[in-house]
């Protein structure tokens, strides 16, 4: 073979061999790492979540916060104020105490009752308790209430849907930061109850304590997102009302110490469902309160919502910057509002 013939082999040889090099180093695609107000959707149920960025806030009650709540449940408790509205009702939201999180991944809304049928027809889940509803002679099953919350799921089918998705039920500690944020609101949307802004017990309420002032359209449940000026700071809705929303931990009391992740206590008795319910009055509906019920209990009134740890292992990776409540309707692409009037704070005791 003529010499010519043989170095153009070589160069296309040692050509060949350098875009082969030079590919195998370069590095791979990557997405950039999610930012406050990103979206996901869920492959296995089409559930949109919300990025949650690592941070750090004020869990559970102050003193003084504990004593708002009280006051808030003695303006609407009616004759029951004195037996429902005792200190030690709020006495487990105390002491307050801060957290820092990894960054997460959290459900825009409570899981419906079409969510919850795709886990069913897949065989992973067992149907709701019951196919009914508080009132309604139908719910599960029924068209009419497919975007309505999944309710009675105990806390065991709740975490069995999550891990069917993909995730797992939020420890109480994200779920109240992705309702409350970096500045460690009473609601949602702020420290001022508003029930315009949420499906609680107004006048219409079909059983519970009513609020007469308002009506808020809802009987009973509500389809999820319907108060979409409820929304929660990275864009969470129905964090307030609509239905209870079971969390991973067991209740258990805090401790003043920081904490980081904190997943609660190891055993329990109760789980905690957190966030009220169309049923529950102003005070039920903060962000701080909790409650507990036995693993197998199931109603009306519970459903939940699933949250994800993120496909890049998110890690601590330094602390969120607070978001006012006019950026937080922007992330949701909603009309901005006056600021509401801040009535916590004044001096109510
Ligand atoms: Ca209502
Ligand atoms: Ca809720």
């Not at 519970?208 to 108060?227: H, K």
Request: glycine letters at 10%; hydrophobic letters at 35%.
């Amino acid at each position: 073979m003529p010499r010519r013939v043989w170095s153009h082999i070589v160069v296309v040889f040692v050509s060949c061999a350098l875009v082969a090099c030079a590919a195998a180093s370069s590095p791979e695609p990557t997405s950039p790492p999610a930012v406050l107000g990103d979206t996901r959707t869920r492959p296995a149920d089409g559930m949109v979540m919300v990025y949650v960025p690592a941070g750090e806030f004020r869990m559970g009650s102050t003193l003084e916060e504990a004593r708002f709540a009280r006051q808030l449940c003695r303006q609407h408790s009616g004759a029951d104020a004195i037996a429902v509205c005792q200190a030690s009702a709020f006495s487990d939201e105390q002491p307050a105490h801060t957290v820092a999180l990894d960054a997460f991944w959290i459900d825009r809304t409570e899981v419906t009752n079409t969510h919850y049928r795709r886990c069913v027809d897949a065989g992973t889940c067992t149907p709701p308790v019951e196919t009914g509803s508080y009132s309604r002679a139908t719910y599960y099953g029924d068209p009419a209430f497919d975007d309505h919350p999944a309710i009675w799921v105990n806390q065991q089918q709740a975490a069995a849907y999550c891990a069917w998705a993909g995730g797992r039920l939020p420890t109480e500690a994200e779920w109240e930061y992705a309702a409350r944020g970096p500045e460690s609101r009473l609601f949602p949307w702020g420290d001022a109850f508003d029930g315009t802004r949420l499906n609680y017990c107004d006048a219409g309420c079909a059983t519970g304590v009513r609020d007469e002032t308002l009506d808020d359209g809802f009987a009973e449940t509500a389809p999820v997102g319907s108060f979409p000026t409820g929304v929660s700071w990275c864009g969470a809705l129905d964090m307030a009302g609509n239905v209870r929303e079971w969390v991973a931990d067991w209740h258990g009391y805090y401790t003043a110490q920081r904490q980081v992740n904190p997943t609660g206590p190891a055993v329990g008795e109760g789980r905690i469902p957190k966030g009220g319910c169309w049923l529950d009055k102003p005070d039920d509906v903060r962000c701080a309160n909790r409650g507990a019920n036995a693993p197998d209990y199931t109603r009306h009134k519970v459903g939940f919502r699933c949250a994800w740890d993120g496909s890049q292992g998110s890690r601590l990776a330094g602390l969120s910057v607070p978001v006012s409540p006019v950026r937080a309707l922007e992330l949701a692409g909603l009309p901005m509002q006056p600021p509401l009037p801040q009535v916590y704070g004044v001096a109510l005791f």
